[in-house]
């Protein structure tokens, strides 16, 4: 068990100190929603197999009491499995089925895009050391040199805002994906718009988006975890003329479990919408 309440926490960050990776992220919110303090054993991209002495060449990774744990699902299911007594990240099998959809559902939709969008300066924000491996690796993952990659994002970023609506629907009638409270759904989706805010130079979300809520209220988290003074801006983005809108406006069309139908009086006017001849 965790000594002194006090789990080793291994960190992947650039030069500004801000954490890089979505599953680091995650895994951070994790443990201190299991209520642990983290013994955090700082660095970048290349040194992890030296690091943590030949345990692992990627991260995130913890230790737990000597006991090392690998791979962010494979942390939080240990975690859950080794303190039933603390609040539990994935409170039902359901929960995690829906969090692994969801999160192949924002990747695509998000943080694939973004990462292209962002990708030189990803690499840029790096640490000194890591430069050469983050270009090299990321190039050869992209098919095309960064600066390539990422030209022409002003045109991306409204589109990949856009993509996001069924985030926002999801939390329109909850404060948290959890429920009343956040649990490691909320989490994972935040793990990477908090990667998102390390590397974007350029705003990728209007400041009207009606997911700011819900991403600064985690940021309040755990005594401001996500409040970083490296992260930058995420509000700001400005759509040009013929640009899609960057988030569905209040009165649009609602798809997807709401209740709209209490009777005719609550239709009429959607029918006779759709029913109008031209």
């Known amino acids: 068990m965790a000594k002194d309440n006090t789990i080793t926490f291994y960190d992947l960050a650039l030069a500004t100190g801000a954490t890089i990776s979505p599953f680091v992220w995650a895994t951070k919110y994790a443990l201190k929603h299991k209520g642990f303090e983290l013994d955090v ?9 030296e690091r943590t002495g030949g345990q692992t060449e990627r991260l995130p990774a913890i230790v737990d009491d000597g ?10 299911e240990y975690l859950d499995q080794t303190y039933p007594d603390r609040p539990a990240l994935i409170p039902h099998e359901s ?22 969008s962002y990708c030189a300066d990803y690499r840029d924000q790096c640490l000194e050391c890591d430069k050469d491996y983050v270009t090299t690796s990321r190039e050869i993952m992209l098919g095309m040199k960064l600066e390539d990659m990422q030209a022409g994002r002003e045109e991306r970023l409204p589109k990949i805002s856009a993509e996001l609506e069924p985030l926002r629907m999801a939390l329109r009638d909850s404060p948290w994906l959890g429920g009343a409270a956040p649990n490691y759904a909320d989490y994972r989706v935040l ?27 985690g940021r309040d988290l755990f005594d401001g975890l996500g409040r970083h003074p490296g992260l930058n801006t995420l509000y700001g983005l400005e759509p040009r003329d013929g640009d899609p809108e960057p988030f ?29 001849k031209a």
């Open 191 to 217: 793990g990477s718009v908090l990667w998102l805010a390390s590397v974007a130079r350029t705003p990728p979300l209007s400041a009207e988006d009606p997911l700011r809520d819900w991403i600064e209220r």
């Open 67 to 76: 006991k090392w744990v690998l791979d962010s699902w494979g942390i939080v």
């Open 41 to 49: 054993v700082p660095g970048g991209f290349t040194g992890i197999l």
């Open 248 to 276: 569905m406006k209040v009165g649009g069309a609602a798809g997807g479990i709401f209740k709209r139908n209490t009777g005719p009086a609550s239709t009429q006017a959607e029918t006779r919408k759709i029913t109008a």
């Open 95 to 116: 929960v995690a089925t829906l969090t692994r959809a969801l999160d192949a559902w924002f990747w695509r939709a998000a943080v694939g895009p973004w990462m292209r």
